[in-house]
Each structure stands twice: as structure tokens, then as C-alpha cells.
């Protein structure tokens, strides 16, 4: 009898976490969401400790990164969606171009306001489907062999800020409302999981966000990182159209992805200059960034897929642990394939970066 209750117990617990039998799932972000907007919309100023407390979860601490500039950024957003008092300014933002990314971020907190029971109930379906454990299996297609079983399962986050997710070394970090809109929700969130796995298993970087190169190396790491996890989300995309991803951002990448050429030869060339003049790496990594948008993910991916076709998953698979691989084996995918590979001089200089980065 005694050992029945035990068994019990511990299915009530399992149950109360949810989602896989190691996986937490953090709702505070959203739950302390409501209340503030509801003394908002009434032009009411929630007390300090409101504030306090909602951007000290972990969903809104990920968005400030320890920043009181950005914590407050994120109050201020949240005051402009809803208070009536500052309808001049909403306006000014929602009224302009479909390309400023901050009125994709308010008509997406607005509307999520709109469907509040809505929201709860998909909240509520969320929990009860235990959909960690077929995001981890999905992410593993993608992930050296075993990995999901020798790493913990991530933690889930949810919140309100943007059209958007995130994945990272201590777990996922998704948009409620996103996540209800979203073309596939299974894919986008696997695609967040296989990044905070690869965070697990990558080897060791020295990085230093005063290093004049870094901007660099951080465009060589979303390649792969992007374009790896993008194997599993971004077909299913293209041939659905997106929905619930803003359209300027959807139109950007796939430009971006059906002519990736033309950029790339910027970038080699730019790599060339930084291989014979060393000092330019910071300007020149900068723009580099520029010619890689929206996280590298549309050249990223492209650079995946070529690799994907001329070795296969597994070769693919095989540079998770050192981003300078990736770039490295899209290069002898490229040459077998005939199609834009780097020079000898702009893998030189990645060379060069590698052996500073990579321990
Ligand atoms: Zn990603």
C-alpha cells in the first residue's frame, strides 16, 4: 500500500512539471503578464514591485541580459502597448513602415492581449501534451549520436515580448503567442531545442566581447549554428509561407536564400582584406554581419543544404563541435558541387581566427 502511494506521489510530481520527466516549464513571465496589463489599459501605473517582479523572470531577464538600459526598454514597451496615455506615441510606431521591426513587436503584444482566453487555454493544452520529449527527439536528427540521452532536457520558458524564440545553453525561450501562430509549432520549438544542445556539446570557446574580432567569429558561429538547426524547420516553412512569422522577415530571408552568391563573394572578399590587414577585422567583421542578415540563418542554411546534398546528414552533423568545420566542409561540398566557394585566402583568415577561439 505504502509503495502504491510512493508510485503516486511521484506521478503527481511528474505530472505538475509537465512536459518530460526533467523538463520545467516557467508560465511566470506570462501569468504576471495580465494582471499589469489589465492596470495599464487603465492608465494605472503598477507599483514598482509589479515591474520588479515580472522582468525578474527568467523569460524577461533573457530579453534585458542583465541590462538596466534594456530592462527598462522593456518596461517602456510594455507601458506604450497599453496605456492610453501614450496612444500618440503607439501610433507614430504602428502607423509607420511594415519593415520597422518594433510594430511587428507592439501589433504582436497588442493582439496577444486580445486573445487572452485564448492564450490560457492553449497554456492549459501546452502543459498537458508533454511535447518535450518529441522536440528532443526531432532536435537528435540533427545531433551526434546519444546526445539527448546523455544531456538533461532543456527547461521551457514562455512569455510576451515578440514574434520570436530563442534557444540557449540553459534552455528555450519561446513567445506564447508565437508559439500558438506559428506555421508548426513542433518544428519552430525543436529547432530552439537543437541550439541549446549544441551549446552542451560544442567545444570550448575563448571569447571576448572586446576582442576586435569577435563580431567575426560571431558570424562564423550563427552560420553553423543557424544553419544546422534550420534543417529542421526552415523546409517546412518555405513550402507553408510562414504563418505567424512577420512577412517583411519572411520575404528577407528567403531573398536572401534563393540568392545567397551575391553576398557571399562580399564576404570573401572582405576576408580577403582582413587576411592581409589584419587590423581591419573589426570594421570589415562588421560589415560582414551586414551582408549575413537576420542571424546569418538565410546563407546558413543555404550553406547547410549544399552540404547536406554532397555528404549527407552525418558529415553535416559531424561540425557541431567547431563552427570553423562547417565553414571548412561547405567549402569541399561547394568545390565537388561547382558552386561559390571562399578562397584560399578568406579560409586563411578564418584559420587564423580558429586557432585563437577554438581550445
Ligand atoms: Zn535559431
Request: glycine share 6%.
Amino acid at each position: 500500500m505504502r509503495k502504491q502511494i510512493i508510485i503516486l506521489f511521484v506521478f503527481a510530481i511528474l505530472n505538475l512539471q509537465g512536459l518530460s520527466q526533467d523538463t520545467k516549464a516557467d508560465f511566470s513571465a506570462v501569468d504576471l503578464f495580465w494582471p499589469i496589463v489589465d492596470k495599464l489599459k487603465s492608465d494605472i501605473d503598477p507599483s514598482e514591485d509589479e515591474w520588479n517582479k515580472i522582468l525578474a523572470t527568467p523569460y524577461y531577464k533573457h530579453y534585458s541580459y542583465a541590462s538596466e538600459k534594456r530592462r527598462n526598454g522593456i518596461k517602456e514597451f510594455i507601458m506604450t502597448a497599453f496605456m492610453p496615455g501614450r496612444k500618440n506615441r503607439l501610433d507614430s510606431i504602428i502607423n509607420g513602415p511594415d519593415d520597422d521591426y518594433r510594430k511587428a513587436m507592439y501589433l504582436h503584444i497588442i493582439q496577444a492581449e486580445k486573445e487572452k482566453a485564448e492564450l490560457q487555454l492553449y497554456q492549459k493544452r501546452l502543459l498537458e501534451s508533454k511535447f518535450m520529449d518529441s522536440l528532443a527527439t526531432i532536435a537528435q536528427l540533427y545531433l551526434p549520436k546519444g546526445t539527448i540521452m546523455r544531456v538533461k532536457r532543456p527547461n521551457v520558458i514562455f512569455g510576451f515580448y515578440q514574434p520570436d524564440a530563442n534557444g540557449g545553453i540553459t534552455g528555450i525561450i519561446l513567445d506564447l503567442k508565437f508559439s500558438k501562430d506559428i506555421y508548426n509549432f513542433t518544428l519552430m520549438a525543436a529547432h530552439e531545442v537543437h541550439h541549446y544542445y549544441v551549446e552542451h556539446i560544442r567545444r570550448k570557446m575563448a571569447r571576448d566581447e572586446n576582442d576586435p574580432a569577435d563580431g567575426l567569429i560571431n558570424a562564423v558561429i550563427q552560420l553553423q549554428f543557424e544553419g544546422i538547426a534550420d534543417q529542421i524547420d526552415k523546409e517546412n516553412m518555405l513550402a507553408t509561407g510562414a504563418k505567424g512569422i512577420p512577412p517583411f522577415l519572411y520575404n528577407l530571408f528567403r531573398t536572401h536564400y534563393e540568392n545567397p552568391v551575391q553576398n557571399l563573394v562580399k564576404v570573401d572578399s572582405l576576408l580577403k582584406i582582413v587576411y592581409h590587414n589584419p587590423e581591419t577585422v573589426k570594421s570589415n567583421g562588421e560589415l560582414i554581419r551586414e551582408l549575413l542578415p537576420l542571424g546569418c540563418h538565410p546563407h546558413g542554411y543555404y550553406m547547410s543544404q549544399i552540404i547536406k546534398t554532397v555528404y549527407g546528414t552525418r558529415e553535416l552533423i559531424s561540425t557541431v563541435y567547431n563552427p570553423f568545420d562547417f565553414i571548412r566542409l561547405y567549402n569541399k561540398a561547394a568545390q565537388k558541387k561547382g558552386v561559390f566557394s571562399f578562397s584560399r585566402e578568406a579560409l586563411a583568415c578564418l584559420d587564423k581566427l580558429e586557432k585563437t577561439v577554438m581550445q
